[in-house]
């Protein structure tokens, strides 16, 4: 059985001269000790550090009973807890749970996991959630369906936000109203928060459930519109590739980096900026950074590196971390590289994930391979498909062949020479004239 004391220690004595008060947890042959919001000074306490404040005493005395109670009520249970589980019990149960803390708690999981641009989009929802309550405690159970409802119009809001730099000091600046397809997106992000925290906290098999509602399955989340193609053509992708910008610029890096995402089926710039691939056996092999904690196979793919690939890696492996500190500014990197590269090349709106995009669609619409290679070569998973996933073992030449047909595309028209791009078609039998048949 637990016991609990409130005790004082020597050590503990604050340059003011006062104790805090702590809750001493004995159970399983283990110590913990919770913090109160009490604090003694010695007039209050006898010679060997006992408490003797009676007023004080009876206010502990109904906080351990409170607490007796709650692990009573535990019954066999009790036994699967040892003394500082015991103590995080008793502490959700009483405080209840903090939602914006917990989502920090999830934000730095998930860049322990390597997930840095999944860390990066929860963080962000973070901040809009710190906005919206305009602190950085809320209670979880005060979620609610009307709750969620006030935060879609708070986004869509225009807003002045408090944001902090790479130095630490604070700004403002005025935040337009997001568009329903960022909403949806700032919407799932925080129903994933919700569910990750039910999946922390909750323990069904002790019989705790401090989270008992999910707002969510009530919520009908904002229609997004249809997304706009993000792919081009053959010929739009060889302006990119010949295109000339500055050595060493940021449209530089945004031209190799997209490059670089076709040649390699697509990856993404977090995988390519994070450089945790290996390369064996000329083949690159790593675990896609999006969705590896999430898939049993950890998201592995093996991709053959073709003769165009290999000089972009060799350009910029292990320089991108150094380079840039997060993630976050790397992507910001691209993205205003590539409006350099869309106003070289006469382009609209291209960004670094149309290179994915053209990836799947080329491989799909012009080298007709079916759905489930593109989905291979994407590194994606069939939801539909999961228990005959289970047999199958997985065979990375089916990825090389539909690489190869997409590469293969691009290798119609060389590399331009002289800065002089070179034309798709040539006319070898100009003065050559067929005979008519009768």
């Not at 990066?120 to 969620?148: G, K, M, W």
């Not at 500014?329 to 382009?347: D, E, H, P, Q, W």
Request: aromatic content about 10%; hydrophobic content about 35%.
């Amino acid at each position: 059985m637990a016991t609990l004391s409130a005790k004082v220690f020597k050590h503990h004595k604050k340059a003011d001269g006062t104790y805090n008060v702590k809750i001493y947890i004995y159970h399983n042959s283990v110590r913990s000790y919770m913090d109160t919001e009490h604090y003694v000074t010695d007039k209050q306490l006898k010679k060997d550090l006992q408490i003797k404040d009676t007023f004080l005493l009876s206010i502990l005395n109904r906080t351990l009973d409170n607490y007796r109670k709650a692990i009573s009520d535990l019954g066999p249970r009790l036994d699967l807890l040892d003394a500082h589980s015991l103590k995080d019990y008793l502490q959700k149960k009483e405080d209840g749970i903090n939602f914006l803390g917990f989502c920090q708690i999830h934000v730095d999981q998930l860049k322990a996991n390597g997930q840095l641009k999944s860390a990066a989009n929860y963080n962000t929802l973070r901040n809009h959630l710190v906005d919206f309550f305009e602190s950085d405690r809320f209670q979880i159970s005060d979620i609610s369906v009307p709750v969620i409802k006030a935060f879609v119009r708070f986004l869509s809001s225009t807003r002045t936000v408090i944001r902090k730099n790479q130095f630490g000091r604070s700004y403002e600046y005025q935040a337009k109203g997001a568009a329903n397809n960022s909403i949806s997106n700032y919407l799932r992000d925080f129903s994933g928060f919700f569910s990750a925290a039910i999946h922390y906290y909750n323990k069904p098999a002790l019989g705790y459930t401090p989270i008992s509602y999910n707002p969510f399955l009530e919520f009908r989340s904002v229609d997004k519109a249809e997304t706009k193609k993000r792919n081009i053509d053959v010929e739009q992708i060889i302006k990119i590739r010949d295109c000339r910008p500055e050595e060493s610029s940021r449209a530089e890096l945004a031209r190799d980096m997209f490059m670089l995402s076709f040649y390699i089926c697509g990856i993404n710039a977090v995988d390519i900026y994070q450089g945790s691939y290996t390369i064996n056996d000329g083949r690159l092999e790593y675990n896609r950074s999006k969705t590896k904690g999430k898939r049993k196979d950890n998201a592995f793919i093996s991709i053959n590196i073709p003769a165009e690939a290999m000089p972009l890696i060799l350009k910029y492996n292990g320089k991108l971390s150094k380079r840039y500190a997060t993630i976050t500014n790397f992507n910001k990197a691209l993205s205003k590289g590539m409006k350099v590269i869309c106003g070289l090349t006469g382009l609209s709106e291209v960004t670094f994930y149309w290179a994915r995009h053209s990836f799947g669609n080329l491989a799909r619409n012009k080298c007709r391979k079916s759905k489930d290679d593109v989905a291979l070569a994407l590194n994606h998973v069939d939801q539909g498909r999961k228990t005959t996933d289970i047999y199958l073992e997985k065979d990375w030449s089916i990825v090389d062949e539909v690489q190869a047909a997409v590469i293969k595309l691009l290798r119609i028209q060389p590399f331009a020479a002289n800065d002089e791009r070179v034309g798709i078609r040539t006319t070898i039998f100009k003065d050559i004239t067929l005979p008519q048949l009768v």
